[in-house]
Nanobody
Framework: VQLQASGGGLVQPGGSLELSCAASENIYGFRTTAWYRQAPGKERELVANIRDGFTTDYADSVKGRFSIGRNHVKNSVDLQMNNLKIEDTGVYYC??????????WGQGTLVTVSS
């Protein structure tokens, strides 16, 4: 399965972005999808995941601001990011759990929060 992360860009603090992780196969066939990010100079971290289509988990730093969900029209898993902070800057990656392993890391999409 091929994944394409998109939707990144430059946004001011307090702004919003929606990231999209489009899959080459039916997204509903995969139990778990996750969004990660890697800030400059830091290790990659889990931002949010969605399991079985409705159970979600979020990093403490994004709770109440980010929302992950499936989009059946786009066949994607989207990450709505609101009230963005400078520390949200980084490259965002998505992955699917294939049942025995995760999909490889893709190129990701860059989010820059800056005034």
């Amino acid at each position: 399965v091929q994944l394409q992360a998109s939707g990144g860009g430059l946004v001011q603090p307090g702004g919003s972005l929606e990231l999209s992780c489009a899959a080459s196969e039916n997204i509903y066939g995969f139990r778990t999808t996750a969004w990660y990010r890697q800030a400059p100079g830091k290790e990659r971290e889990l931002v949010a995941n969605i399991r079985d289509g409705f159970t979600t988990d979020y990093a403490d730093s994004v709770k109440g601001r980010f929302s992950i969900g499936r989009n059946h029209v786009k066949n994607s898993v989207d990450l709505q990011m609101n009230n963005l902070k400078i520390e949200d800057t980084g490259v965002y990656y998505c992955r699917l759990w294939l049942g025995s392993k995760w999909t490889p890391w893709g190129q990701g999409t860059l989010v820059t929060v800056s005034s």
